[in-house]
C-alpha cells in the first residue's frame, strides 16, 4: 500500500508558476512508475505525465507538453510537477498517483493502483 500526499495548488494568474510535490510512503518508491492527473469540473479525469522508477522516462499530454516538467527525488520520496506558463484551461483538480510497475509509465489510468486526493490549482486573474 501506497499513501500519497499533493501539494503546491492555489490561485495563480495566467502565465504564472507552480510547482506541485506529491509525498509517497509505504513502498519502495523508486519501485513504481508515478503519474500526474487532473480532473477539471464536468470533465473526465485526464493524463498530464509520468515518470518511470528511475526517472530515466517521461511522457506528457500534448496539451502541456513544452509547459510542464515531471521529476522525482527518489531520496525523498517525491515527485514534482513544474507547470510554467499556465492557462486558465489548466484549472483542475491534480492529482498524483502510484504505478503498478517500475518501468511502465503512460496514460492509462487502469496502471495505476494508488491514487492521492488531489490539490487544487485555479489559473485566474
Known amino acids: 500500500q501506497v499513501q500519497l500526499v499533493e501539494s503546491g495548488g492555489g490561485l495563480v494568474q495566467p502565465g504564472g508558476s507552480l510547482r506541485l510535490s506529491c509525498a509517497a510512503s509505504?513502498?519502495?518508491?523508486?519501485?513504481?512508475?508515478m503519474g500526474w492527473f487532473r480532473q477539471a469540473p464536468g470533465k473526465e479525469r485526464e493524463f498530464v505525465a509520468c515518470?518511470?522508477?528511475?526517472?530515466?522516462?517521461?511522457s506528457y499530454a500534448h496539451s502541456v507538453k513544452g509547459r510542464i516538467t515531471i521529476s522525482r527525488d527518489n531520496a525523498k520520496n517525491t515527485v514534482y510537477l513544474q507547470m510554467v506558463n499556465l492557462k486558465p484551461e489548466d484549472s483542475a483538480v491534480y492529482y498524483c498517483?502510484?504505478?503498478?510497475?517500475?518501468?511502465?509509465?503512460?496514460?492509462?489510468?487502469?496502471?495505476?493502483?494508488?491514487w492521492g486526493q488531489g490539490t487544487q490549482v485555479t489559473v485566474s486573474s
Open positions: 515518470i518511470t522508477g528511475s526517472g530515466s522516462t517521461t
Open positions: 498517483a502510484a504505478g503498478r510497475r517500475a518501468y511502465v509509465c503512460g496514460s492509462d489510468s487502469s496502471w495505476y493502483d494508488q
Open positions: 509505504g513502498r519502495t518508491f523508486s519501485n513504481y512508475a
